[in-house]
């Protein structure tokens, strides 16, 4: 099994930056993609960002790209996600996911979920 624990979340407003990490731990890791994914009440689960175990391929939706930064850690098992220019719409519980496959854009395609971090952006 593989545990993941998010980080950093919290409140900021509207323009501000938050960082999020996510460490995981457990089964050996290696050759995995991780990624982020965040859900409203009533809504389904959104795809964020996502990293290739390498880091040389990196994914973004549409509605953050420019302003989310994502990138990890090998050495440390973690994964960040750098939050500029920050908007009310951004609001959610932000989660960490982990694939020892390549991962994707829906969240059937994620093995492992970590518990999730609130993220509020206030005006």
């Known amino acids: 099994q593989v545990q993941l624990v998010e980080s950093g979340g919290g409140l900021v407003q509207a323009g501000g930056s938050l960082r999020l990490s996510c460490a995981a731990s457990?089964?050996?890791?290696?050759?995995?993609?991780m990624g982020w994914f965040r859900q409203t009440p009533g809504k389904e689960r959104e795809f964020v960002a996502a990293?290739?175990?390498?880091?040389?391929?990196?994914v973004y939706a549409d509605s953050v790209k420019g302003r989310f930064t994502i990138s990890r850690d090998n050495a440390k098992y973690t994964v960040y996600l750098q939050m500029n220019s920050l908007k009310l719409e951004d609001t959610a519980i932000y989660y960490c996911n982990l694939d020892y496959g390549v991962g994707g854009t829906h969240s059937q395609q994620w093995q492992y979920w970590g518990q999730g971090t609130q993220v509020t952006v206030s005006s």
């Open positions: 457990g089964r050996t890791l290696s050759s995995y993609a």
């Open positions: 990293i290739h175990w390498s880091g040389s391929s990196v």
